[in-house]
């Protein structure tokens, strides 16, 4: 048998919505008036108090709902009825669900991205992405207000000159 010869250096990250540092950070019940998943964003209506998923924040009517996380603590629902205890990220409507405002986490970025960089959010999908400082959001994409990437699991960002095509990150939000 060969000796090994390779070392796995990322030991569990961690899944969306997961709080991994130690520091001050704000989390708010809120209850959900659609279905969305956890480590996506979330709008609140002013009049209700119900978060949607994506949504654009106006003055005076929706504002900023947070980011859906802790998910041990989120009951699981699975993929079906033949399947319940199938592993999902899914948030069911009306629904209580933990929503940070400040702190970070882990979530899942659908664009390339590097440490430093803008988050942003799809007003209808509330899938999260990035963009460059001095940059505008996507189309169809709004930024999180405060909220920077501010790692990857090997916390190097570039590697080989190359953003990464998406996947999970530590955002931080200072709300």
């Known amino acids: 048998m060969p000796f090994q010869s390779t070392v796995n250096v ?4 961690g899944v969306p919505g ?3 540092l130690d520091e001050p950070s704000r989390i708010e019940p809120v209850t959900l008036a659609t279905a969305g998943a956890l480590g996506q964003f979330f709008t609140k209506a002013n009049g209700t108090g119900l978060a949607s998923l994506g949504g654009t924040i106006t003055n005076g009517s929706v504002v900023f709902g947070g980011i859906a996380v802790l998910p041990k603590i989120e009951p699981l ?3 079906g009825a033949t399947d319940p205890l199938s592993p999902s990220l899914a948030l069911e409507p009306n629904a209580q669900v933990a929503m940070l405002t400040m702190g970070s986490c882990i979530v899942n970025l659908t664009t ?3 440490i430093g960089d803008i988050v942003q959010y799809n007003t ?3 899938v999260l992405g990035a963009y460059a400082p001095g940059g505008s959001p996507t189309s169809g994409f709004a930024a999180v207000p405060n909220a920077v990437v501010y790692g990857v699991p090997s916390q190097g ?5 190359v953003a990464p095509p998406g996947g999970l ?3 931080r939000l200072t709300n």
């Open 77 to 79: 629902f699975g993929s």
């Open 157 to 161: 960002g570039v590697t080989g000159g």
């Open 124 to 126: 209808t999908s509330g």
């Open 18 to 20: 997961d709080i991994i």
């Open 112 to 114: 390339a991205f590097n």
């Open 10 to 13: 990322l030991l569990n990250f």
């Open 169 to 171: 990150a530590v955002i």
